[in-house]
């Protein structure tokens, strides 16, 4: 089966390239380093038993590049099972003082870009009748915090879009699942001096939506939320 992450060369992304490469699926992976990416293709092929990897360098927040992107998924990897929208940035601030241009440009990523793409793939997951999609919301999804305004608001809409996805396609065989991590280790907590243990682990998202993904036609998780054992940071 065919799967297509967004966001793979690094972090969250990057460990479910692996888990899905692990359950043998064939992958189609995005980001915008072509060179991450093709790193990230020989270590899956060398590592795992997974055959097929295509890489297609993009950047989500133009939309012809998605549009561009959607045509190389259907050239090469139809019939496309799995879709995950993993992409996304985190940029502090607050509503009233953080820089102009921060909010949008965290919806155009987190959200928007997630919007576009489900749009342009849709169609071919449609024709099949099967399909999985999951969105990679955060805990940020379900609650507001002081710092991170614009990032809740970007994830909220995720979520959101998650849950009208999910009532559109409830008759077509295509799943939806939102998935809302708390903190996770990635490049996005870099120099952050904590210990190990007080974050997960990129593996173990993975891992959750490497089970849902084998649920039976006539099940789906509608909604995974994980966080650090010892709570929210
Ligand atoms: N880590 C956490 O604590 C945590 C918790 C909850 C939810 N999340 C969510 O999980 C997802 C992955 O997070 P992460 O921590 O693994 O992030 P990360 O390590 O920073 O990786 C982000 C990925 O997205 C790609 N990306 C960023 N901007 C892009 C753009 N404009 N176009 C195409 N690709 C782009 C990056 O590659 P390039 O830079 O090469 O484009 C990279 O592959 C995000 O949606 C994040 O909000 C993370």
């Given amino acids: 089966m065919n799967a297509l ?6 972090g969250i992304g990057r460990a479910i390239a692996f888990e899905l490469a692990s359950r043998g699926y064939s992958l189609f992976l995005t980001a915008r380093s072509a060179h991450e990416l093709e790193d990230l293709r020989l270590e899956l092929l060398g590592k795992t038993s997974c055959k097929q990897v295509h890489c297609h360098a993009c950047d989500l927040t133009d939309w012809k590049q998605i549009d561009a992107l959607s045509e190389s998924v259907l050239q090469t990897m139809s019939p496309l099972y799995a879709l995950i929208n993993n992409a996304g940035r985190f940029q502090p601030g607050n509503i009233l003082d953080e820089a102009p241009g921060n909010m ?5 990523i987190n959200f928007e870009s997630a919007y ?24 940020a999804s379900l609650e ?12 909220f809409a995720l979520l959101g879009f ?3 996805l999910r009532e559109e396609l409830k008759h077509s065989g295509i ?4 998935v809302m991590p708390g903190a996770t280790w990635s490049d996005s907590w870099k120099g952050v001096d904590l210990p190990k243990e007080r974050l997960m682990e990129a593996e173990d998202v993975a891992r959750a939506i490497g089970c849902a993904i084998d649920m039976g036609p006539s099940a789906v998780v ?12």
């Avoid at 992450?5 to 690094?10: M, N, R, V």
């Avoid at 507001?144 to 994830?155: D, L, V």
């Fill in 5 to 10: 992450i967004t966001g793979a060369s690094k």
């Fill in 116 to 139: 576009h793409l489900t749009r342009a793939v849709l169609p071919m997951m449609l024709a099949h009748k099967r399909g999985h999609i999951f969105n990679m919301c955060s805990v």
């Fill in 162 to 164: 998650s849950k009208c």
């Fill in 144 to 155: 507001a915090y002081p710092g991170g305004s614009s990032y809740c608001i970007s994830k």
């Fill in 222 to 233: 509608e909604e995974i939320i994980m966080r650090p054992q010892a709570g929210d940071l």
């Fill in 175 to 178: 799943k939806v699942t939102a």
């Fill in 104 to 108: 949008e440009g965290m919806m155009r």
